[in-house]
């Protein structure tokens, strides 16, 4: 079972460090106590509704966006999710895929 609070504050936890800025000063930007952050980054909260509205206000988020959690979920559903994109390519893009995951592996 998906646990929602805890992908809504990994994709929360995942803003803030995009743009590098410390619980503190993610907090004072959105109008929260920093120990309330903390609680919603670890999914033991819910964020308000008014604090997911300044987050993607602050930030130039569309909702669309901010509620992707795909990529979040476990890992085994990432995985099994790769593995359908890449099978669903003609051989051509798998050869680029293939190079390129290779990489990675180096």
Request: aromatic share 10%.
């Amino acid at each position: 079972m998906v646990d929602n609070k805890l992908l809504i504050g990994k994709k929360i936890k995942e803003i803030r460090a995009k743009y590098k800025i410390t619980q503190d000063a993610f907090s004072e930007m959105i109008g929260l106590e920093t120990s309330s952050l903390s609680n919603i980054e670890t999914g033991k909260s819910y964020p308000s509704m008014q604090t997911m509205l300044n987050i993607m206000d602050k930030f130039n988020i569309n909702p669309n966006d901010f509620f992707n959690f795909a990529y979040l979920d476990k890992d085994e559903n990432l995985e099994k999710e790769m593995i359908e994109i890449i099978q669903n390519q003609p051989y051509d893009k798998k050869q680029i895929l293939y190079r390129i995951i290779k990489q990675f592996a180096l």
